[in-house]
């Protein structure tokens, strides 16, 4: 499994995680604990948006070997 496939998996459990806590948080009436689930959700979102950079840098990334031999030669 490639190291940009793990990522993505890892993605949908976080995003899975924030949505959860998110509907925790919603239903709670203690302040103390929906205070909690709304930490809970803000430091999911914020792995969320860690992973999803990541995973753009690679998916981006040209590879060595492509940087060594252009697809068109050069003249």
């Known amino acids: 499994m490639r190291e940009v496939d793990m990522l993505k998996d890892i ?3 976080r995003i ?3 949505i959860l806590y998110n509907d ?18 803000d430091d999911e979102m914020r792995s969320i948006v860690r ?3 990541r995973i753009e840098r690679l998916e981006s ?6 940087k060594i031999f252009t697809s068109k030669p050069r003249y």
Do not use: G
């Open 11 to 13: 993605l949908n459990y």
């Open 16 to 18: 899975s995680s924030q």
């Open 24 to 41: 925790y948080m919603i239903k709670v009436r203690n302040p103390e604990i929906r205070k909690m689930f709304a930490e809970l959700r």
């Open 51 to 53: 992973l999803q950079q």
């Open 61 to 66: 990334k040209p590879k060595i070997i492509a």
